[in-house]
């Protein structure tokens, strides 16, 4: 039997009141009153209903959180790291897991203003105009982690995606690359989509490499995705020496494929990813990756939430965390 | 601002009770009042509170679940596929990541305790004494998922560990392997770890096979200790011509150990994981593997769970779900 308040105060000889005044902290209880309410909560084991506080107090302590996909590894390692932040400030994180599915998403919007969430994170940017609008409405500190809207007003924990492209695209350059196949996001994305395929043109254009069209395709961020347009880049006749996917796991599955049709990477092609997801050290060769500080991307959404629910000022704009090349064994120098 | 159940009363021209009385679904309510009512709801986009309605209804439509490792494939998986469910039962999934930290498990366990939630998911099966004991206490329908703790009086949604564990040393002695390595996982756990060696022993020992000492190794599961217990597997004498570790991702560690050793998977040796998980296709060679049915898995636990909810009598004892061999390329036949 779950112990109930009236049990407390039966047991500790008080007004059902006195021990919700001691539970509520209020001042102006008499000490020895206090001693034998919470006497009686050791002794029966009693646990204060978070909901019946949160009513009185107005303070859910609940974040929810709109993962696109629980089981990609660049995700689900930022949401560790949300997690880990969120339960050290004492907050509980309501997960939801959208995988393009609109219509859950905008249920969960709902169902985290209904459960009267203190904050929301966000990670995907495809935001359509029904729920921009229903994130305006519901008037709860949002905040976007590792994506941009195109919506200006909300705040967002990225990296500066067309700088990081650039400079990915550069070092393939410097290797003496002069083909470079690109395999991007969505370009309805601003920030992975748009911004990483602009660092790209712009790197080649400056380094007087030449943009061929057939060498440029769109995939989905997944490793299937990188899989089947690498197959396309190898049907060509003369295919790049080097191929660059705006995510990790369309990197996998480019060398996975490279190396489905008998040919090596680095030696036949070099493979650069985007991410520094978990997958970069686990596979072999180990994968060359233009990295996001993603634990540190956890740490620092919590950071610009808890600020927001707080009420402090936050500074205005987005919070842009550095890029990292970091070298592993997928590319080499073209001989 | 928050549009409040008062502002619906004066926007419909009734009195609180009459909208309260509608949102709670009760019966005799005048049908002009009803539409009134939700008319001023409609018009003002008034989202009732959750945790006020969770007081009155005692339901809070909340499941927590402890996971030991978000990062982990295998258990982010099995998460969205309970998180799916949940969603389509409209329960939220409150998650905690607990990577062993027995104090944090504690906590949360106490959180939702207080939270009201209806039902608890557990992923992992070292439950201490005072983890048990709190369990119990808080009495409130708990669910071990793809583990099995000692304290026989718990539900737990499992495949037969010993018989997977048999059945895939099994098929690596068919293929002619003499010598067999083993890395284990904590003789602890009562699933995972006591199973899955006992399955391996007797399979080895019913086929005339000799039990080496320096070929069984006990790691915790993940990547990084499968390396470096192959690594050890791979400085004695005569290595083993195949290896069978009890999670794919102690199996990758092992190949990637084998790989940077300058020997091949599985021309040189064979490595069987365990687990089903997506790593299993996306690395190369692609991983032979004693699968547990992890879709299927999550699903059963939120069944069982709901039906531990409503109240419904359910079988007595475990849910043992069927393992299945999935052979890849990682395990050749011994030349």
Redesign the interface.
């Known amino acids: ?2 112990v109930k308040i009236k049990d407390v105060a039966k047991h500790a000889g008080v007004s059902v009141t006195t021990v919700s005044r001691v539970l509520n902290g209020e001042r102006y209880v008499k000490d020895d009153l206090k001693a034998k309410v919470n006497d009686a909560i050791q002794e029966l ?1 009693y ?6 506080r ?2 009185v107090r107005n303070k ?1 302590n609940l974040i929810g959180v709109i993962v696109p ?3 990609s ?1 660049f995700y ?2 930022i ?2 790291s949300i ?2 932040m969120a ?1 050290a400030n004492d907050y ?6 959208i995988s393009e599915n609109i219509d ?1 998403e905008l ?2 919007l ?2 985290f ?4 969430v203190e904050g929301i994170i966000i990670m995907h940017e495809k935001i359509n105009e029904e729920i921009r609008h229903l994130i305006h ?3 709860i500190p949002v905040i976007f982690s590792s994506v941009k809207p195109l919506d200006q007003s909300f705040a967002s924990v990225i990296v500066d995606d067309y700088q990081a492209s650039y400079d990915a695209t550069k070092y393939l350059i410097e290797l003496g690359h002069e083909t470079i196949g690109f395999i991007g996001g969505d370009l309805q994305d601003i920030t992975s989509g748009q911004n990483r395929y602009s660092g790209y043109r712009n790197a080649m254009a400056d380094n007087g490499k030449t943009l061929v069209d057939e060498h440029i395709r769109f995939g989905d961020y997944k ?1 299937r995705s990188g899989y089947l347009h690498m197959k396309e880049l190898l049907s060509i006749e003369r295919p790049p020496t080097a191929v660059f996917a705006v995510s990790d796991d369309m990197a ?1 599955g480019a ?2 494929c490279i ?2 049709h008998q040919l090596r990477v680095p030696e036949d092609i070099s493979v650069m990813g985007f991410d520094g997801s ?2 970069t050290e ?3 060769p180990t994968l060359t990756s233009m990295e996001q500080p993603i634990q540190e991307m956890g740490r620092a959404t919590m950071d610009v939430l808890l600020k927001q629910i707080s009420g402090k000022k936050i500074p205005t704009g987005d919070v842009v965390l550095e890029h990292r090349l970091v070298i592993r064994e997928s590319c080499q120098p073209r001989i």
């Open positions: 039997m779950q084991g646990a204060p209903s978070q909901i019946a949160s009513l859910t996909d629980l089981t590894s689900s390692t949401l560790s997690e880990d339960s509980n994180l309501l997960v939801c897991n859950k249920k969960y709902n169902v203003q209904e459960m009267r409405k519901i008037n490793v996998l060398m996975n190396r489905d978990l997958l686990l596979v072999r």
